[in-house]
């Protein structure tokens, strides 16, 4: 089991610091070698590297690069760095493994004082003509009276290119190895859910109705390039931040819920809707504006054209301090800020909504608005963020960084205390800590999804069990397993339908029998 292999090896992971003392000062009567790499998924090539360095020493040292440090692609690596230093450790030739910090091996290098400092022949280049990071390695080497080497060989395995063809599947590995450093089991994320019961939530943000038209097609125009449907059915869902309070609601809280409604058949719609799930509604009716309504014309299966129907000009004072005043006079243990920007929040209203926030309450955004003006960055000193990865490169105008320098520069511009950040399919990296070198800074937790019906609604589904989970456990960790095993569960079902912790219950049950192959 995974369980089993995890303890067995965990043993040879040890720390620069550690390592120094274990192998003791030059010259010594056992020999050590050393290695750095990756080890994204590791291949023939690195198997020969590590037996013809093992061979050349009583001691074999595996030096790894941290997460952070990775930038062959932007999602890589493709192994997180806990499961990767497993894997090395699970080998017998390699009697320790180190997970460097740095971006270079230099200073392991100077601290621990290899007797070699062992090189794939193809870093070796012809003759003296050796790349400049070797260069820097045999600089810091030599300064101590160790020798660099190189692996013979005469073929160069590529990790990235064997990942490209065909990744293998590390989330139940991933899972195990966050769980045990976070001391989780299976049966304390279920407690957690039974404690998200009666939590006190407030949602304040921009109440959207979904609808569906349904039509057949009918045909085209002769003499124009119009499409001819007929109507069949038409269903509308409470969206945009009303979904967030019921995710909310279906997860057990007790949720008051503040938006900004139009005077028209809609409103009376989003107010029957919410008030029959059971949210404690304070609606502000603006007569000068539509209740949102976006609606989808879907022909045979397809969405065919989208009609909206909005006014995203700004709230006004009056109704702004209308709000202010719910979201103050509103004794909860946390408030949630759902930006679809829509009028309610923008770069007047914020500030000010933020003030309204209660002493002591949990501060959580999520913003929207990846195809609109906005920025979750807007969102100062909050305890939990929750943007996309699109909605963050909006945020930064940045689109060539990696995922993991993407979320530690959204942090830090942010500076909230736990960075959740969607990657759709491939699921969430969280950044939890400024110092961004730390080992424990980030983590990430795969999507467990076994076949995507309709994506549309995840999103809120993590926001509203991430926030319950951390009010009841005070773990990063579990908060964000259970609010990706919520979003999961969301896009295992047609349309934006609330949660209910009897599906969350299911896919954890599901989960631990995949791990523990029961």
């Known amino acids: 089991m995974l369980v089993s292999l995890i303890d067995r090896y965990r043993h040879k992971i040890k720390t620069a610091e550690e390592l120094r003392r274990i192998v003791g000062d030059r010259p010594r009567k056992q020999k050590v070698i050393m290695c750095h790499g990756v080890f994204d998924v590791v291949h023939p090539g690195h198997m020969r590297h590590l037996v013809y360095a ?10 790894l690069t941290a997460d952070k440090h990775i930038t062959k692609g932007l999602y890589r690596p493709h192994v997180p760095q806990d499961l990767r230093a497993i894997n090395l450790a699970a080998f017998e030739m390699v009697d320790y493994v180190l997970i460097d910090e740095r971006d270079k091996p230099l200073e392991n290098i100077r601290l621990i004082q290899p007797d070699y400092f062992a090189k794939g022949f193809e870093y070796g280049g012809l003759g003296n003509d050796i790349t400049q990071k ?13 020798e660099l080497i190189f692996t013979p060989g005469d073929v160069v395995y590529s990790s990235s290119a064997l990942i490209k063809e065909a990744a293998p599947d590390v989330r ?7 769980m045990e450093r976070n001391n989780l089991d299976f049966d304390g994320l279920r407690r957690v859910l039974d404690q998200m019961h009666g939590r006190r939530v407030h949602v304040l943000g921009d109440t959207i109705v979904d609808s569906y ?36 609601l279906a997860a057990g809280a007790n949720v008051t819920f503040s938006t900004v409604l139009g005077d028209d058949p809609l409103k009376d719609f989003v107010v029957e809707d919410l008030t029959r799930a059971g949210v404690d509604l304070r609606a ?31 709230i006004s004072d009056e109704i702004l301090s209308g709000l202010q005043a719910n979201i103050s006079g509103e004794k909860v243990e946390a408030v949630v800020y759902s930006d679809f920007r829509h009028g309610i929040f923008n770069r007047r209203t914020i500030p000010k909504l933020i003030e309204a926030i209660p002493p002591g309450a949990y501060r959580v955004a999520d913003s929207q608005v990846a195809s609109r003006w906005g920025n979750i960055t807007e969102f100062k000193d909050f305890d939990l963020i929750t943007p996309n990865e699109r909605e963050a490169r909006f945020a930064l105008g940045d689109q060539d960084s990696g995922v993991r320098p993407l979320a530690s520069l959204l942090y830090d511009a942010a500076r909230c205390k736990l960075l ?5 399919e491939r699921g969430v990296l969280a950044c939890r800590d400024d110092e961004h070198y730390s080992l424990d800074s980030y983590f990430v ?11 549309v609604g995840a999103g809120d589904a993590m926001l509203a069990y991430a926030t319950l989970s951390k009010l009841a456990s005070g773990n990063d960790a579990a908060a964000t397993i259970i609010g990706n095993m919520a979003a999961s569960c969301e896009c295992e079902v047609d349309g934006n339908i609330p949660v209910t912790l009897e599906q969350v219950r299911a896919k954890i049950d599901t989960i631990e029998r995949q791990m523990t192959f029961t």
Do not use: W
């Open 445 to 455: 937790v795969n999507s467990f999804v076994d076949r995507v019906v309709d994506a």
């Open 213 to 248: 038209t349904y039509c057949a097609m009918i045909g085209g125009q002769t003499k124009t390039p119009t499409l001819s449907v007929a109507f069949e059915r038409k269903v509308d869902y409470v969206g945009g931040a009303g979904v967030v309070a019921k995710h909310l």
């Open 284 to 314: 502000v009716v603006d007569k000068t504006r539509p209740t949102v309504n976006k609606n989808a014309i879907i022909v045979g299966g397809y969405r065919l054209l989208k009609v909206d129907t909005l006014d995203n000009r700004s």
């Open 134 to 146: 070797t260069a820097e390695e045999l600089e810091v080497v030599k300064s101590y009276g160790g």
């Open 54 to 63: 093992k061979s050349k020493a009583d001691i074999l040292i595996a030096s």
């Open 172 to 178: 139940h590995a991933n899972l195990q190895i966050l």
């Open 420 to 424: 959740i950040l969607k990657l759709g």
